[in-house]
Nanobody, 115 residues
């Protein structure tokens, strides 16, 4: 089993920054990649950023140059650094882990960008 817990969400003004964290526990050796997803009001869930076991990263175009995904294997934690936040970044953010047998998800953390 794999367990994920997100933290770091909150209210921030446009142009501000937040750092999300995801703690991972369980059978970590089964994890092939980890990622951040988000779901805004009235929108479908979308993949925001992912990092694979070999360190390759992928981002959706709308966050390139603003968001950075990273991991600390020694701490069993991965992060999403979000800079230059925009109104459209408002969403519930979920961390996820992909395994051979399926995906695991955290409960989500709310990020609200507002003046």
């Amino acid at each position: 089993q794999v367990q994920l817990v997100e933290s770091g969400g909150g209210l921030v003004q446009p142009g501000g920054s937040l750092r999300l964290s995801c703690g991972v526990s369980g059978i970590i050796a089964r994890i092939m990649s980890v990622a951040w997803y988000r779901q805004g009001p009235g929108k479908e869930r979308e993949l925001v950023a992912a990092i694979t076991g070999d360190g390759n990263t992928n981002y959706i175009d709308s966050v390139k140059g603003r968001f950075t995904i990273s991991r600390d294997n020694a701490k069993n934690t991965f992060y999403l650094q979000m800079n230059s936040l925009k109104f459209e970044d408002t969403a519930v953010y979920y961390c996820g882990a992909k395994t051979k047998w399926g995906d695991y998800w955290g409960q989500g953390t709310q990020v609200t960008v507002s003046s």
